[in-house]
């Protein structure tokens, strides 16, 4: 028998390492990397929650799903525009992407 | 406390999670940092498994290994730049980001340790598998039922539409207008 607590600790460590990837590193790739990680964390709390409190209805796996779908659509969004800047600017390093700035 | 099999396979399946996604958010290599990412959204698969939750695993393995992986090594193949190995992987904040991800995650324990202490929920609930919900046949009419998720449901196609139509324009050459 594997307590709740488990499985949200899992959770939270995953969510933690995405964060500290999306802070901190300089290419715009690994953040996209890094936000998928924190997404799956989501996930998991989603899924062990339905498990352990709500098994006779299905709204924990069918938020998963969409959590899901949304994950695949802002990876495909994300790519292209890390393609796009890299054609223009020859980098995708995300602390020099500061034409806003000036 | 004498340690079950299947707390063993949890442990080992969290621990290949945790520690791929330590690679991923520190190897200054992209391309292993992406095949590290691939190792992680197989344990969470994993642990779809151990949660009753067979179908969305699959789709895990389908949508996250099989193609946001693909679609993170091909960006990267296609910014050759990005596989040199010289430069620090982190900008000026990352102590920032240590400090930040170490609180976060000090807040989060003391949340689920005071909400949900080891003792409760000791394991899943225990239902027969006729009312757990977690079939595709319970999952696809929750999907489409008119008091459930119909809603929802056709929102993401449009969203994934608009996703798709969005990354074709935003990525095609200028001047192939």
């Not at chain 1, 495909?76 to 525009?81: K, T």
């Not at chain 2, 990412?37 to 009753?52: E, K, P, Q, R, T």
Request: with cysteine.
């Amino acid at each position: 028998m594997i307590p709740l607590s488990w499985y949200l600790i899992v959770a939270a460590l995953l969510f933690c390492l995405g964060l500290f990837g999306v802070i901190s590193r300089r290419n715009a790739v690994a953040i996209l990397m890094s936000v998928e990680l924190m997404l799956n964390a989501v996930n998991i709390n989603l899924v062990a929650f339905w498990r352990y409190l709500a098994p006779e209805e299905s709204t924990g796996l069918a938020w998963a799903i969409f959590v899901l779908t949304v994950a695949a659509a802002e990876a495909a969004v994300g790519l292209a525009l890390i393609i796009s800047i890299y054609r223009q600017r020859d980098s995708v390093v995300a602390e020099e992407l500061d034409t806003l700035k000036y | 406390m004498t340690i079950t099999i299947q707390q063993v396979v949890f442990i080992i399946i969290s621990a290949i999670t945790l520690i791929s996604a330590w690679i991923v958010v520190t190897d200054r290599n992209l391309f292993h940092a992406a095949i590290a990412l691939m190792a992680s959204f197989a344990g969470v698969a994993g642990l779809y498994i151990l949660l009753d939750a067979g179908f969305l695993a699959a789709s895990q393995l389908l949508v996250y290994i099989g193609a946001i992986s693909i679609l993170i090594i091909f960006a990267i193949m296609m910014t050759r730049r990005l596989m040199q190995t010289t430069e620090s992987p982190y900008n000026s904040q990352w102590r920032w980001g240590i400090l930040g991800a170490l609180l976060a995650f000090i807040l989060l324990a003391v949340l689920i340790f005071q909400t949900w202490p080891a003792d409760t929920f000791a394991g899943p609930a225990i239902v027969s598998p006729a009312t757990l919900r977690g079939s595709v046949t319970d999952l696809g009419e929750a999907l489409v039922s008119v008091d459930q998720f119909v809603l929802p449901f056709e929102v993401a196609s449009v969203l994934l539409l608009a996703a798709l139509v969005g990354a074709i324009v935003i990525a095609r050459p200028e001047d192939s207008q």
